[in-house]
């Protein structure tokens, strides 16, 4: 199973970068698309002002050229007609044509629609012809509308002409009908320019090319062609007063606005390539996008050098932690950031080393505490001298106590109940040596030994440790009634004796035991062998410091183990 620790669903290196990258690019993307959009919105705008300004400046042009046409007109059509007029009317006709250079020829047509006068450029002028025109479209729509515009007509693929037709106030004065030459438009339009290359052309009411600076799409007047741009108008035509995208006649996408001529019904229009209108959109976009590259790359930089600034210290830490947490209390976590990361770090630090005196502190009273009541050994490790435990000679009381029957116990008892009441006899003793603040040497089978004044000196030995012993005679005492109710046929008995003993720690370099040697610990062992079941039997030394304070017994002396005369023996009465 893999360790959440080692293996982390999510890595806070990545979350960190992903944090800071987004702190530093965000703001940039969002300046830099804000920056567009209004770049572009504005430019839209500005563009959208200058093709009108441009298309109407075209129109007005080219209205004044048509309303100078008119006005030329205006003073053949403003006598009416008499027998004798014919030769003035003759010389305004010729004045017109050479003030006037687009109208090709003039017709002048009398009250009754008979033509009196005819004058051209290219043709033979004709006088009083008296052809009748009031059939004509010219003549009626002046008559109807006092000036009327014919549709734009191409002549044999020469220049576009138009008809304009004029009328009299009176219906006397007559109808002037003039052919004009639309080509001097060109000089209009050609003079109109957007930008580099943008321009402008007309189309008349059915959409065909009236003028182009190109005066050869003019001449070919092909409807084809020129569809786009009667596309181009219908899209203009869409969005009033706005400017429109769409193609030319050359297939390029163009911005174009368009300016209707009041009277003629043509279309103006002024347009500008889309890649030349917005070519300072285009280079601001090309700078913007360079500089978020940019930013974005020294973004990536500054936040994966910032990163591991902050995940850096922070795995330092995770490795050192899981190192003291594994017990290696003298590792230490070394940073020098100069900030929170080291405070940390100088904490965990300072944690490792109390728990490594912890630790020592915990495994020297354990090891204490295998002899030693727990106070004691408390005791010693708070003062931190445990000289106590060195070899010397001191004057000990020695007690000895073991289980009556155990052998025989043990060998029809099973052995979980031999252990389970050890366990049981063990807690027993050692309560109650802990309580006398004594100390327990050892245990062994079904015995143990105390000392009483060693290691540590405690005052009047002798009477705590018979106390003691009754104490523990008490206790055990309970335990063999249940015991004995389970047919478990054991004694208790506690021999002690009080003298001089070496003690000290004893034992190789790999094991040490505090101990005891010397003729009264031979002598406590030997008198506790001779007790019976509820027996405590002490030596004479211990019974003369005890004799005022313990009811005794004298026993008679006994001949024991290792001993040469008989032992006085005196029993405690508990």
């Known amino acids: 199973m893999a360790d959440p620790l080692i293996a982390p669903h999510s890595s806070l290196f990545r979350k960190y970068f992903r944090a800071l990258f987004a702190a530093a690019v965000v703001p940039l993307l969002i300046a830099g698309g804000s920056e567009a959009w209004f770049g572009y919105h504005d430019q839209r705008a500005r563009l959208n002002d200058l093709l009108n300004a441009e298309a109407r400046f075209a129109a007005v042009n080219i209205q004044d050229f048509i309303e100078g046409i008119r006005d030329q007109l205006v003073w053949t059509v403003q006598l009416p007609w008499s027998d004798d007029t014919g030769e003035r009317r003759r010389l305004d006709a010729l004045r017109l044509l050479?003030?006037?250079?687009?109208?090709?020829?003039?017709?002048?047509?009398?009250?009754?629609?008979?033509?009196?006068?005819f004058v051209s450029r290219i043709g033979l002028n004709r006088i009083e012809s008296g052809d009748d025109h009031s059939e004509k479209p010219a003549v009626i729509g002046a008559r109807s509308d006092r000036i009327w515009y014919g549709p734009v007509t191409f002549h044999d693929g020469s220049e576009p002409f138009m008809t304009v037709a004029i009328a009299g106030n009176r219906s006397a004065d007559g109808v002037a009908v003039a052919e004009v030459n639309l080509k001097f438009i060109w000089e209009v339009i050609s003079g109109i320019r957007v930008g580099r290359t943008g321009e402008a052309f007309?189309?008349?009411?059915?959409?065909?090319?009236?003028?182009?600076?190109?005066?050869?799409?003019?001449?070919?007047?092909?409807?084809?062609?020129?569809?786009?741009?009667?596309?181009?108008?219908?899209?203009?035509?869409?969005?009033?007063?706005?400017?429109?995208a769409g193609q030319d006649i050359s297939g390029t996408t163009v911005l174009a606005a368009m300016v209707q001529i009041p009277g003629v019904n043509w279309s103006?229009?002024?347009?500008?390539?889309?890649?030349?209108?917005?070519?300072?959109?285009?280079?601001?976009?090309?700078?913007?996008?360079?500089?978020?590259?940019?930013?974005?790359a020294l973004a990536a930089m500054l936040a994966y050098w910032l990163t591991q600034r902050m995940v850096g210290p922070i795995q330092l830490l995770e490795e050192g932690v899981a190192r003291i947490g594994a017990g290696q209390?003298?590792?230490?976590?070394?940073?020098?950031?100069?900030?929170?990361?080291e405070r940390l770090a100088t904490r965990f630090n300072e944690m490792a080393s109390e728990l490594a005196v912890s630790q020592e502190r915990s495994e020297r009273i354990s090891r204490l505490k295998r002899f030693l009541a727990p106070q004691i050994a408390e005791l010693i490790d708070r003062t931190g001298d445990d000289s106590v435990l060195d070899g010397r000679r001191v004057e000990v009381v020695v007690v000895f106590c073991d289980l009556r029957g155990f052998t025989a116990f043990s060998v029809r008892a099973e052995p979980e109940t031999i252990m389970a009441v050890l366990r049981e006899y063990y807690?027993?003793?050692e309560r109650v040596v802990s309580a006398h603040e004594a100390t327990l040497i050892n245990f062994s089978g079904d015995g143990a030994m105390v000392l009483v004044n060693a290691p540590v000196a405690v005052s009047d030995p002798a009477l705590r440790a018979v106390n003691?012993?009754?104490d523990m005679q008490r206790s055990v005492q309970k335990l063999l009634a249940h015991w004995r109710a389970l047919d478990h046929q054991l004694g208790f008995g506690v021999g002690l004796a009080m003298g001089p003993a070496t003690v000290g720690r004893i034992g190789s370099e790999g094991r040490l035991d505090y101990s005891a040697i010397g003729s009264v610990v031979n002598l406590a062992s030997r008198l506790c062998s001779s007790a019976d079941d509820s027996q405590i039997l002490i030596d004479r030394v211990t019974a003369q410091a005890v004799r005022s304070s313990i009811p005794l017994v004298e026993l008679d002396a006994r001949t024991l183990k290792g001993f040469d005369e008989p032992v006085p023996v005196f029993s405690a009465v508990i």
Not at 101 to 117: C, H, I, K, M, W
Not at 289 to 295: V, Y
Not at 329 to 340: C, K, M, P, Q, W
């Open 202 to 244: 007309v189309l008349d009411r059915p959409g065909r090319l009236v003028a182009h600076p190109d005066i050869s799409l003019v001449l070919r007047a092909d409807e084809i062609a020129q569809r786009p741009l009667q596309t181009l108008r219908a899209a203009i035509l869409a969005r009033p007063g706005q400017a429109a």
């Open 268 to 296: 103006v229009i002024v347009k500008q390539p889309i890649a030349e209108a917005f070519g300072p959109i285009y280079a601001a976009l090309w700078r913007t996008g360079a500089l978020l590259i940019a930013g974005a």
């Open 98 to 117: 050479r003030q006037a250079q687009a109208v090709e020829n003039l017709s002048l047509v009398d009250a009754t629609g008979r033509e009196r006068l």
């Open 468 to 470: 003691m012993a009754g």
């Open 329 to 341: 209390f003298d590792h230490r976590i070394n940073l020098a950031t100069s900030d929170e990361f």
């Open 427 to 429: 807690d027993a003793l």
